[in-house]
Each structure stands twice: as structure tokens, then as C-alpha cells.
């Protein structure tokens, strides 16, 4: 594991969600698939953890490159197929720790835009055949890979910690490109709820089906790690036979997104 | 290429969106949903000092391509780099969700996505974020039913989050002028640094994103000069075809080979590019 970067929550808390069960083995080391039980179904818990030995050097530290999102992709399409025939269907815990997508010359060149639309098709495919598609944020949520690693789930949980973050771009990057200091973005963060890197601001957009506070994020305990599977639990059951993204849309969080729906479906037949 | 040739082209690239969405529909269908009057303009431009756009730089409209019923949906490069704010991504995850209904009702409308964007609007980030995840959740689920046509023609091509919803469309057509990558060149070189992407060398850039390199790799499906008609064409070809699987998004184990042996100390070209992403979806080459 990579010495300069905090150890993985992604692969703590899998270990401690699944029991400390053996992940299964053909996959690479940076996504770690664990089937284990969440209560009394059977799941398929999926993280992209830090491998300081990666081949691809921009992908060391849990970012999600080529490799990560086709893997991605077939960790969640081999349950959609061992299901296929199956009235019940697997449950699927994204355990999202992910700093942002690989940047990269050789990403760029082999497509990696495309190996995170396949990761993203085969989550939302699995959720629109039925399997329950649960996220949890334990740290980082960034960008195209979280697009590609937990987006597309009916339900999102984040933990109510310091450390866990969702945004599109790292502070020094947004800096540049929307021509402002670092000081700068900080600063709007403060009173733009979107532009906000921490958890409480997601919030109050509204994505979040739980916002849960443990005790120790970075090495969860018993406790903890009850509290996590009790609130999953909860999310399983609201999801029903809901499987759109539709109870993301918060008329308080994000008033526009619901707005504009409203006007265009009244717009939509023309008649 | 002949100059009377060029003179009697009538350009794509240089038109703004709307006069694109005018040029697509077939004459007098027309009808635009949330126009500039509706007044739907960012609600977050406005509190960080900046101007805003009363369509949000998103164009709706509704009409027959062919005699096909289509839903347009056109980002404006013009306005914020064709970046994805709340409004404008609500107004294209709307306009699939509704279509979505509509298919499922036994009365389809084919979506068209004329992709110039830079991705997320970074001063609404979060809500760009989300809004391109339902985005990309409706392009999955509408699959099923009718084709998702993408289109990048330029001049800003197309990357960030909406770089993979380009990857999610049944049909992606591309211009030489146009560009497909999941991170645009300033971000990988303040990222990365300059050895590795340096965002001035825009004859590199475009050997390994520009439209041509995407079409020889089989991330595009089709390639058209900047021509209005050429264009058009196309994108009347794709929405009256079948519904069919991706093999795009399908190829993972030959991906995952492929990968798994690569030299990555190798510095990256298009020449190689094109070695390595050569023959990997099932069904490539049919109909290109």
C-alpha cells in the first residue's frame, strides 16, 4: 500500500462490512470484489483500493483508470448474469473511496472515457434488472470516478466525517481552469452549496439517503460497522420496486432540477 | 480538398446551437421546449458575479428528423465551454426522461445529443455532477427502447462525465475538428505535469483524441467532414436504425487482456493507440 497517501478506508471497510471474507481472486488488486452476506441476502461488495504496485503509474492511489473501470464493469456483470434467471437478485455495495479518475497520456489515448461508461452501464443495467444497488461514501467521492464507482446507485449513504468529500475536481485544478485562486474556490465554497467539498454541503442537495456519524471512520469498530449495515439495511428496504434515480430529486436541495422538470413535462406534448 | 469545394460546404462547427437544432429538424417541425423565455437560467452564475444565459446554454427541441420522431438536445459551446450546470443538465435528463415514458408507452421519440462540452460546470459542480449521472442512468435505460444518438463535432469536443455519457450512445458521430477525452488537456497537465500531457501541443492532442484517431480506434462510429448535410445524414442514418446491443461498453475480458500485457512505460502515440484498441468490440466494422 502506497506510504504517501492515508490507508484505504475502501479496503477497511469492506473487510469490516464483509467480515474479513477472501475477496474474490481474479480480479486486479486495485478493485476488490467480497461476496458476503448485508442481513439476510446475498450481496457482492465491490471497492477500488490503492495498489502502490499498479502498472499504470497514475493510478497508485486508488484513482479509477482503464484497468479499474472495465474491471469494475465485469465485477458487476458477472452477477447480473449468474442472476439473470434468478427472481431474487443480489444486492451490490459500492464502497466508495476514490480521490478522482486517472490523468493520464496512455488513459486518455486507450479510452478511459470508456471504461467508465462500461462500469457505469453495467451498475445501471444491474439496477434497472432489479438487483439493489447500494453506495456508501467512506471517503473520497470524485468525479468521473465516482460516476463510474457508486453514481448510478438507488441509494447513496455517506459517512458524517471530515475526510469524506464529493466534487467534480480537485481544489487546484478547479482553481485553474474556472481562472481563480485556490483561496478563491475555497472561499465560494462557503456560500455555494454545490461548489462545497464537504459532506454536510452534499447533503443538503439532497443525493443522500443517510448521512451516518461512527465513531472511527479510518478503522471502523463493532459499533460502527453495525450502524453501517442497520442503515443499509433501511436503504434496501426503501428502494422498493423503485429502480430510477428519482429519489435523488429534492424539491429543497435542488430546486431547479425540479423545476425544470416540471416545465418541460408540461411542455413536452404540445398539446 | 478543392477550394470550390470548401466554398459550397456550409460549415457545422461554426454554428451555435441553435442554428444547428434549426438545420437538423426537418422543415417546419420545430417546436422548442424551455425557450429563452422561459426565463430558466442558472441559479448559481449569478451569486459568484457571473452572467447568465436565459436557456442556460442548453436548447431543447422537439421535431421529426426524416419523418423520425427526435428530441434534440444541443449544448451551446459559446456559453461557459458548454459546461453542464443544474438547469442545463436538468433540461437534458428531463427531456430522456420523458422520453423514456414515451417509449415505454409505445410511442418512442430518438434522442440526439450534440455534445460540446467541457463536462461539469465547476462553479455548480455537485449539481453538474448529479445531473450527469442521470444523464448517463436515462442514455442506459432508454437503450433498451430506441437508439441515443451522440454527436462532437467541435469546436469543443467533448470530455469530463459527458465523455462517458458520448460512450453510452448507441451512435457517436465526429468531425476531424472534434475531440473525445475523459479529461481535458489543462486538468491532466495541472494533474500530472507537463511531461506527461502538455496542454499547448495541440498537434499531439489531437493525434490521440481528436475525432479521426477516436473513429480508426472504434470509439467513434462514424466520421463526417464539417458539412451541415454530411452531418445531417448521419445522424438520419442513426436514429432510423435498429435497437442493438453496445459492443462498445460489451469487449471487457479482451479490454481486461489486452491491458493486463501492456507496457506501460511506453509513452503513449496514436499509432499505438491504435495498435492496442484494434479489433476489441465484437462487432466492429459492420456498417462503418
Same mark, same amino acid.
Request: charged letters at 25%.
Given at each position: 500500500?502506497s506510504?504517501?497517501?492515508?490507508?484505504s478506508?475502501?479496503?477497511?471497510w469492506?473487510a469490516a462490512l464483509?467480515?474479513?471474507t477472501?475477496?474474490?481472486?481474479?480480479?486486479?488488486? #486495485?478493485?476488490?470484489?467480497?461476496?458476503?452476506?448485508l442481513?439476510?441476502?446475498?450481496?457482492?461488495?465491490?471497492?477500488?483500493?490503492p495498489?502502490?504496485?499498479?502498472?499504470y503509474?497514475?493510478?497508485?492511489? $486508488?484513482?479509477v483508470?482503464?484497468?479499474?473501470?472495465?474491471?469494475?464493469a465485469q465485477?458487476?456483470?458477472?452477477?447480473?448474469?449468474?442472476?439473470?434467471?434468478?427472481a431474487?437478485?443480489?444486492? &451490490?455495495?459500492a464502497v466508495i473511496?476514490?480521490?478522482?479518475?486517472?490523468?493520464?497520456?496512455?488513459?486518455?489515448?486507450?479510452? &478511459?472515457?470508456?471504461?467508465?461508461?462500461?462500469?457505469?452501464?453495467?451498475?445501471?443495467?444491474a439496477?434497472?434488472?432489479?438487483?439493489?444497488?447500494?453506495?456508501? &461514501?467512506?471517503?473520497?467521492?470524485?468525479s468521473?470516478a465516482?460516476l463510474?464507482?457508486g453514481y448510478?446507485a438507488?441509494? =447513496?449513504i455517506?459517512?458524517?466525517?471530515?475526510r469524506?468529500?464529493?466534487h467534480?475536481?480537485?481544489?487546484?485544478? *478547479?482553481?485553474?481552469?474556472t481562472?481563480?485562486t485556490?483561496?478563491?474556490?475555497e472561499?465560494?465554497?462557503?456560500?455555494?452549496?454545490?461548489?462545497?467539498?464537504?459532506i454536510?454541503?452534499?447533503?443538503?442537495l439532497?443525493?443522500?439517503?443517510?448521512?451516518?456519524?461512527v465513531?472511527?471512520?479510518?478503522?471502523?469498530?463493532e459499533?460502527?460497522?453495525?450502524?453501517?449495515?442497520?442503515?443499509l439495511?433501511?436503504?434496501l428496504?426503501?428502494?422498493g420496486d423503485?429502480d430510477?434515480l428519482?429519489a435523488r430529486?429534492?424539491?429543497?436541495?435542488r430546486?431547479?432540477s425540479?423545476?425544470? !422538470?416540471? !416545465?418541460?413535462r408540461?411542455q413536452w406534448?404540445g398539446? | 480538398m478543392? #477550394?470550390?469545394?470548401l466554398?459550397?460546404?456550409e460549415?457545422?462547427?461554426?454554428?451555435?446551437?441553435?442554428?444547428r437544432v434549426?438545420?437538423?429538424?426537418?422543415?417546419?417541425?420545430?417546436r422548442? @421546449?424551455?425557450?429563452?423565455?422561459?426565463?430558466l437560467?442558472?441559479?448559481?452564475?449569478?451569486?459568484?458575479?457571473?452572467?447568465t444565459?436565459a436557456?442556460?446554454?442548453?436548447?431543447?427541441a422537439?421535431?421529426?428528423?426524416?419523418?423520425?420522431?427526435?428530441?434534440?438536445?444541443?449544448?451551446?459551446p459559446?456559453f461557459?465551454?458548454?459546461?453542464m450546470?443544474?438547469?442545463g443538465?436538468?433540461?437534458?435528463?428531463?427531456?430522456?426522461?420523458l422520453?423514456?415514458?414515451?417509449?415505454?408507452?409505445?410511442?418512442?421519440?430518438?434522442?440526439?445529443l450534440?455534445?460540446?462540452?467541457?463536462g461539469v460546470?465547476?462553479?455548480?459542480?455537485?449539481?453538474?455532477?448529479a445531473?450527469i449521472?442521470?444523464?448517463?442512468a436515462?442514455?442506459v435505460?432508454?437503450?433498451?427502447?430506441?437508439?441515443?444518438?451522440?454527436?462532437?463535432?467541435?469546436p469543443?469536443?467533448?470530455?469530463g462525465?459527458?465523455s462517458? *455519457?458520448a460512450?453510452?450512445?448507441?451512435?457517436?458521430?465526429?468531425?476531424?475538428?472534434?475531440?473525445?477525452?475523459?479529461?481535458g488537456?489543462q486538468?491532466i497537465?495541472?494533474?500530472?505535469?507537463?511531461?506527461?500531457?502538455d496542454?499547448r501541443?495541440?498537434?499531439? &492532442?489531437w493525434s490521440?483524441?481528436?475525432?479521426?484517431?477516436r473513429?480508426a480506434t472504434?470509439?467513434?462510429?462514424? @466520421?463526417?467532414?464539417?458539412?451541415?448535410?454530411?452531418?445531417?445524414?448521419a445522424?438520419?442514418?442513426?436514429?432510423a436504425?435498429?435497437v442493438?446491443?453496445?459492443?462498445?461498453?460489451?469487449?471487457?475480458?479482451?479490454?481486461?487482456a489486452?491491458l493486463? $500485457?501492456?507496457d506501460?512505460?511506453?509513452r503513449?502515440? *496514436?499509432?499505438?493507440a491504435?495498435?492496442m =484498441?484494434a479489433?476489441?468490440n465484437?462487432? *466492429?466494422?459492420?456498417g462503418?
Amino acid at each position: 500500500m502506497s506510504t504517501n497517501h492515508y490507508p484505504s478506508r475502501g479496503a477497511a471497510w469492506l473487510a469490516a462490512l464483509t467480515d474479513n471474507t477472501p475477496h474474490v481472486d481474479h480480479f486486479p488488486a #486495485s478493485v476488490r470484489v467480497v461476496d458476503a452476506p448485508l442481513g439476510d441476502i446475498a450481496a457482492r461488495y465491490i471497492a477500488v483500493v490503492p495498489d502502490a504496485d499498479n502498472a499504470y503509474p497514475r493510478t497508485r492511489d $486508488g484513482e479509477v483508470g482503464l484497468v479499474e473501470g472495465w474491471a469494475l464493469a465485469q465485477a458487476v456483470r458477472d452477477v447480473l448474469d449468474a442472476d439473470a434467471e434468478q427472481a431474487e437478485k443480489r444486492a &451490490i455495495v459500492a464502497v466508495i473511496d476514490v480521490p478522482s479518475q486517472a490523468y493520464g497520456r496512455t488513459e486518455e489515448a486507450l479510452g &478511459i472515457h470508456q471504461a467508465l461508461a462500461a462500469a457505469v452501464e453495467a451498475y445501471a443495467t444491474a439496477r434497472a434488472a432489479g438487483h439493489p444497488v447500494l453506495g456508501l &461514501i467512506v471517503g473520497k467521492a470524485m468525479s468521473g470516478a465516482f460516476l463510474a464507482h457508486g453514481y448510478q446507485a438507488n441509494r =447513496l449513504i455517506a459517512l458524517d466525517d471530515d475526510r469524506v468529500q464529493v466534487h467534480a475536481m480537485g481544489k487546484q485544478a *478547479a482553481a485553474r481552469i474556472t481562472q481563480r485562486t485556490v483561496e478563491g474556490v475555497e472561499q465560494l465554497a462557503q456560500t455555494i452549496t454545490p461548489m462545497a467539498y464537504d459532506i454536510a454541503s452534499f447533503d443538503r442537495l439532497g443525493l443522500l439517503f443517510a448521512r451516518l456519524s461512527v465513531a472511527n471512520a479510518d478503522t471502523p469498530g463493532e459499533t460502527d460497522v453495525a450502524a453501517a449495515r442497520e442503515t443499509l439495511m433501511q436503504a434496501l428496504a426503501d428502494i422498493g420496486d423503485d429502480d430510477s434515480l428519482a429519489a435523488r430529486l429534492d424539491a429543497k436541495g435542488r430546486a431547479a432540477s425540479v423545476t425544470v !422538470r416540471e !416545465r418541460l413535462r408540461a411542455q413536452w406534448a404540445g398539446d | 480538398m478543392e #477550394s470550390a469545394e470548401l466554398l459550397q460546404r456550409e460549415s457545422f462547427v461554426e454554428k451555435n446551437a441553435r442554428q444547428r437544432v434549426q438545420h437538423l429538424l426537418d422543415a417546419g417541425t420545430l417546436r422548442e @421546449l424551455l425557450d429563452p423565455f422561459e426565463r430558466l437560467s442558472s441559479p448559481w452564475l449569478g451569486l459568484q458575479d457571473i452572467v447568465t444565459q436565459a436557456d442556460d446554454g442548453v436548447v431543447l427541441a422537439r421535431g421529426t428528423i426524416d419523418g423520425v420522431a427526435v428530441v434534440v438536445a444541443a449544448i451551446e459551446p459559446a456559453f461557459q465551454g458548454g459546461s453542464m450546470g443544474e438547469v442545463g443538465g436538468a433540461k437534458i435528463a428531463g427531456a430522456l426522461e420523458l422520453a423514456l415514458e414515451d417509449a415505454r408507452a409505445g410511442t418512442p421519440v430518438v434522442p440526439v445529443l450534440l455534445l460540446e462540452t467541457g463536462g461539469v460546470r465547476l462553479q455548480e459542480a455537485n449539481c453538474g455532477l448529479a445531473a450527469i449521472a442521470e444523464i448517463h442512468a436515462a442514455i442506459v435505460a432508454l437503450r433498451e427502447y430506441v437508439p441515443v444518438i451522440g454527436v462532437i463535432s467541435g469546436p469543443v469536443g467533448c470530455f469530463g462525465g459527458m465523455s462517458i *455519457a458520448a460512450g453510452l450512445c448507441s451512435t457517436l458521430i465526429a468531425t476531424r475538428e472534434a475531440r473525445l477525452g475523459l479529461n481535458g488537456p489543462q486538468v491532466i497537465e495541472q494533474e500530472a505535469g507537463v511531461d506527461e500531457y502538455d496542454s499547448r501541443d495541440r498537434p499531439m &492532442i489531437w493525434s490521440l483524441t481528436g475525432g479521426a484517431q477516436r473513429h480508426a480506434t472504434d470509439l467513434v462510429d462514424r @466520421l463526417c467532414d464539417d458539412d451541415t448535410a454530411q452531418i445531417r445524414a448521419a445522424i438520419a442514418q442513426a436514429v432510423a436504425a435498429p435497437v442493438a446491443d453496445l459492443p462498445r461498453t460489451q469487449a471487457i475480458d479482451a479490454h481486461l487482456a489486452r491491458l493486463r $500485457g501492456l507496457d506501460t512505460s511506453r509513452r503513449a502515440d *496514436a499509432d499505438w493507440a491504435r495498435e492496442m =484498441l484494434a479489433d476489441m468490440n465484437p462487432a *466492429a466494422g459492420d456498417g462503418r
